[in-house]
């Protein structure tokens, strides 16, 4: 006999139906999988005989196929666990196969028929309400996560034995309470992480402010213990809150990579990545035989961290070019193509040179400058390229470290933020720029038109002070967002001359 139940599968961070046809035969007694399965799920034939043979039901001593369709897609996890082991009991009369119809079933069973967790749980809802299916069967602790999707009703679960009964009606399961009223704008998130814990460096401050403001790419060079890694940790605190849909798609992505805690149905703050520096470029940027996710997805919508910049190794630096220029990257195999969102903000930290101490007017730096030349060398020009703002961090002064007063919290410097960026959207309404940083020529000759007196500053910057041509449209850039953090709708020469200070850099480190 023949039964069909709806389960689905990941394809980047969409999900897709996948028709799950199980076959109960005559003839010698074995158990296959057919459709593209990858070895957790060719392995799932031991689980589900163990797990229904342990709930009490019976397992037939045939020839049982399970086919996985679409079948020209390749299929990975143990998420089919249940809806194979349902097919073999509906395919045996032991569940009533009409209450199969318009309902999607997953979970990973135990050898004692219980179920485990799943990944891509809210995914998997979205796509069950795109395809019109209202019902999901789901393991109890992805309940919440799918809750969020409405015109769902998701039914927990925690073993097989309750879900035959609840789909052979007798038990009753209530569906899992809505969870969409989590509002990233209206939910306020305590963090323990403020402006306000940082002495001094005021200058620094405004920089992160100014690249919070316009989505730019930041680096800080300085000595080690200037604050470096504490100020980075910070800027989520000052981003814009996320909207709705930035928030479901965050969501989705930690829910596939399974990182999602079980008490957060909904990801109401920025994400923070910080890889180390030993990391690869697959795991910075994502890969395997099914491509998942790396860490500049898993930045998404969020900061990407990378300390010891020049410590990483180049290949892996270089990878990245193509997400900071594309907000996406796609990663190709044999088995697929996909392509993952990678809308991140990129902050850089760095030594000045190896030893840590050039520039910094207390301690000796011991490095030649052919060794200070090959260290930040190490950072190719496009990448830099990439990069719009360029800070020197000092070493904290005593004075600062022992001044009692506070600077401003970072929900003030949010409020600032957050209406800089709502001039934005205004501004680029019904294109795909939701920022200054991501500005192409043609928006920055629209946007970025500048008096004589900035013109003037402008050819100093580049004709005397060394900089590169290659600064002109990043300093044009970050000074439309000071002007927008001035709440100016004119880029003034004190924009520019602000704007200018951060690639003082170019012609300290990299002036060409």
Known sequence: MLATVLSSAMLGIDAYIVKVEVDVAGGLPSFSTVGLPDSAIKESRDRVTAAIKNSGFYFPQTRITANLAPADIRKAGSAFDLPIAIGVMAATNQIVPTRLENIIVLGELALDGSIRGIQGALPIAIAAKENGIENLILPAENAREAAIVEEVN??????LAEAAAFLNSEQEISPEP???????HTTHTESLLDLLDVKGQEHVKRAIEVAAAGGHNLIMIGPPGSGKTMIAKRIPSILPRLSM??????????SIVGILPSDTPLVVTRPYRSPHHTISDAGLIGGGNVPRPGEVSLAHNGVLFLDEFPEFRRNVLEVMRQPLEDRQVTISRAAASLTYPANFMLVAAMNPCPCGFFSDPTRDCKCSQTQIQNYVSRISGPLLDRIDIQVEVPAVKYADLADET?????????????EARQAQHQRFAGTRIHANATMQPRQIREYCKVDSQAQDLLRVAINQLGLSARAYDRILKVARTIADLDRNPNIEAVHVSEAIQYRSLDRSFWKE
């Not at 998701?154 to 073993?159: D, F, G, H, I, L």
């Not at 849909?245 to 930690?254: A, G």
Request: proline share 11%.
């Open 154 to 159: 998701v039914y927990p679960v925690a073993s």
């Open 406 to 418: 506070t600077g401003e919290p970072s929900a003030i410097v949010q409020e600032r933020v957050e």
């Open 178 to 184: 809505p969870t969409l009223g989590t509002d990233p």
């Open 245 to 254: 849909e930035e928030s479901l798609e965050t969501t989705k992505i930690q």
